[in-house]
């Protein structure tokens, strides 16, 4: 076992214990920020702002749409963000699958996690999430995929997502791992009573993740073969 798998309260026996396990989706699953960086620079066009270089926009990206929008527009004003709102999607709704991939191992690894049920719950919204894995051609291997919907889901850290998925499944928190990049995948699963594993080759510093105290740090994706 390597050393780079680092355990918290899984350590004694991780595969007692996990039935479920949860994605995040964009920098745990899939690279997607160049997409969403053509997007987003879509919008600073239109104001004449300067645009996002690809490593620039990392640091913006899991708190949602309009969190990215304020932060690359810098500003509040409701009506110039909702005006970007339409700037992006017009543009994303064709584009958010151009240049994004799987990280490496992700196929390989979704296919070997044999015996244990695996779903991705992401800040994306919803028809953003489900195409996502389609186009990636990664949906054969999850029981189910959900994105934010205002009014149904909200957004992590809420855990609403998690606890629908665990109803859905008929599975309990205590058996079920949260795996994501962000400080709100782990909060999320905290709050939901899961599990929590925090990746540090994703959108957040790996220093912002062990402040949580996630129950396993992992440095790929294919470390997960290691637990189960």
């Not at 066009?45 to 300067?50: D, L, N, R, V």
């Not at 928190?173 to 540090?200: C, I, N, Q, R, W």
Request: glycine share 8%; net charge negative.
């Amino acid at each position: 076992m390597k050393s780079t798998v680092r355990y918290g309260r899984l350590k004694v026996d991780p595969t007692m214990e996990i039935q479920l396990i949860i994605f995040d989706l964009d920098g745990t699953i899939a690279q997607s920020h160049f997409d969403l960086c053509d997007a987003a620079n879509q919008v600073l066009a239109h104001y004449g702002k300067p645009l996002l270089s690809y490593e620039a926009v990392q640091p913006l990206l899991g708190s949602g749409l309009n969190a990215l929008l304020q932060d690359a527009l810098q500003t509040q004003d409701q009506k110039q963000l909702a005006d970007a709102y339409q700037i992006f999607h017009e543009y994303y709704r064709e584009h958010y699958a151009d240049k994004t991939i799987p990280y490496p191992g992700v196929q390989q690894t979704l296919a070997q996690l044999q015996g244990i049920r695996k779903a991705v719950f992401s800040n994306k919204s919803h028809p953003y999430t489900v195409g996502m894995i389609h186009k990636l051609g990664l949906e054969k291997h999850f029981d189910l995929v959900l994105g934010t919907s205002p009014g149904k889901v909200a957004f992590k850290p809420d855990s609403q997502g998690i606890f629908h998925i665990l109803e859905t499944l008929n599975i309990q928190p205590g058996y079920t791992l949260m795996v994501g990049d962000s400080t709100h995948d782990l909060e999320a699963g905290k709050a939901a009573g899961t599990f929590t594993g925090a990746v540090s080759y994703g959108y957040r510093p790996l220093s912002l993740l062990l402040d949580m105290e996630p129950d396993i740090t992992l440095d790929s994706f294919g470390e997960l073969l290691e637990l189960f």
